[in-house]
């Protein structure tokens, strides 16, 4: 019999895990939810962002102030590989969806390999203070990695929401999705504008990557853990949607929860993508979409 | 005058030759050829590098001891990924296009156990490293395998014994849903059953679970007495981290079991003391009493080379028995003088072999004649330190009683000092 306390403990401890699924995927929802790139290489790029925070661990950064470290790095890093996705084959228009996918699927490829050739094949763990210890309210213990995902999910959504509504550079992105010929009226360069807008994507799935090595442990092959559950909350939430990303991810996270806590871990996968399912056939534009 | 010169040079390179040969110590003859298959990359590439490392290191070590019958050792190994998919194609080219004398199993269950239809039907002598069951169907009767387990019950039965001395009750099952958890999970509830033990929880979890939290607290909240989970490395590490943040309860008298991932420097240096009190399996632990003849210095040695090749350092679990594989190839085919897989086979059903990890005879199924996993307690483990693990007294060994080391101090809460 499923107790009041434990279904109320599955909802809780679903939404935390549910933000931190939306952290892991905000930098997907600007690159394939904004920008239609099919950023096959994003869970790669948050396995080699939790990397990152590993090596700058091992020199005693915190893992939020090595995620600080890297964004600027990540941030160029995405430009460069926009700017040559773009050259290669956005430019030349045919075919780009398919050859796309197998550009960043190389990508992601080489990332693996990169990772397994430097860093070995063991499991890397980073430390925080707030890593193994948790927060006492009542009977209920939660961990605070959990309430730090929490935190980097809102602020994350947060700060990219305000940045896409206020200012120039947000609203020139929000623009190129639409039209990008339209923004040449302004006298904005599409090309710039969504190569920023992938340097930005990147930067934010560097911080995702440092929640990553928070959560759990990291090894290369991580990223197919992640690929299906990112794309999932895209695509649930809408896409190019900042706060929707977010509601996706807590709805996610909570299905998941109640399901493995009244049916069995088993099933929590599957009722998640049945979800997925089941959205897209009564709103094809995902919930938060227009 | 010419062909005088000639002929000088030609005898000079020949007695060149003569004064080389004698040197190397290896015959006429062409290399022994040893073929194997390895998870170099992949999921079980982590074990699969460090099984690499162990059988380069008894190549070299048995070339420098002159090689078998005074031929040369040439290990033959190829990337299978892990991949059941790979192997039968890897050992058909390593038997007909690379001609090897003698075949080494893949490291692995599932990789291996594919092997071997072709294996029984070429009727191919094949060295077992670290499978689990690998010949429960084809019933192979030229399959020696090299692991400390034969079934279910040899794995797991001393944690359940264990619990039986402490006066367990209740038990819940936590298994990853992969077939190597599935298959110590169906032993575990067999023994739990035989036992007369009331199951309270009982949870099968597919392998892209991010967070353990909500099957801990529903651990919890069912009272268990014990706690048996068959996980594997990144799971394990994620449910011993939400037992810490959550608690596991007051009641809990046993916590562990089959936790894969437990045995691996990386692990343990990442878990640090969260690990005391937990009691799991292990195939070889540095207490007095598992130390058979060899086995430290190869660890010694072991180390040193992991470090370059960027591989587990401890190397307790998977290194001593793939090297131990190859020992096992060296003893048959010098007691033998052959290198016939029958009469090799023959050999290997008739004698005990020596190897670092200990004397080994087989029984009928290929599997080890007398198992000896042991049940190792974390005690007295501090955080961020991955040398401690090589002390003895940090990994004592609870059961079985021949090579027990220290008490169980139950319950978890007692054992973790709460």
Redesign the interface.
Known sequence: MLSIELLLEALVFGALVGCFYAAVSIGLSIAFGLLDVPHIAHAAFLVLAAYMTYLLGTYGFDPLVAALLILVPFFFLGAIVYRFYYEAFEKRGADTGVRGIAFFFGVAFMVQVFLSMTFGLDQRNVSAPYIGTSLGIGEMRIPWRLIVALCVAVGLTVGLRLYLLRTFQGRAIRAVAHDAWALRIIGADPVRTKQWAFGIATAATAIGGALLAIISPVEPSLDRVYIGRTFCVVVLAGLGSMSGTLAAGIILGVTESIVLTMFGASWAPAVAFGLLLLVLGIRPQGLFGR | MWNHTKRDVLRGIVLGLGLVLPQTGWTQEPPIKVGTSMAL???L??GG?QSQLALQMWAEDVNARGGLLGRKVELVTYDDQASPAQTPGIFSKLVDLDKVNLLIAPYGTVPAAAVMPLAKERRLLLIGQIGYQVNSKAKHDMWFNNSPWSDAESWVGGYFRLGQSVGVKKVAFLAS?QEFAQNILAGAKKLAQNAGLETVYE?????????F???V??IR?ASPDMVFVASY??DS??II??V????IGSSVKLFGGGMV?LQ????MQ?LGS?LNGVVNYHTYVPEKTMAFPGIREFLERFAKRAVAA???TLGYYVAPFSYASGQILEQAVNATKSIKDDVLADYLRKNEVNTIVGPIRWGADGEWAEPRVVMIQFKDIK??NVEQFRQEGKQIIVEPERFRTGDLTAPLSKARGR
């Open positions: 990359s992949g999921p590439a982590g590098r849903d949870q099968t979890y597919p392998p892209t679970t991010v967070d939290s909500s099957m607290r529903a909240a490395p990144a590490t994620g981290r939400s810490n943040e959550i608690g991932g691996y420097a990386s692990v990442a969260q960027n591989v587990e955080d961020g």
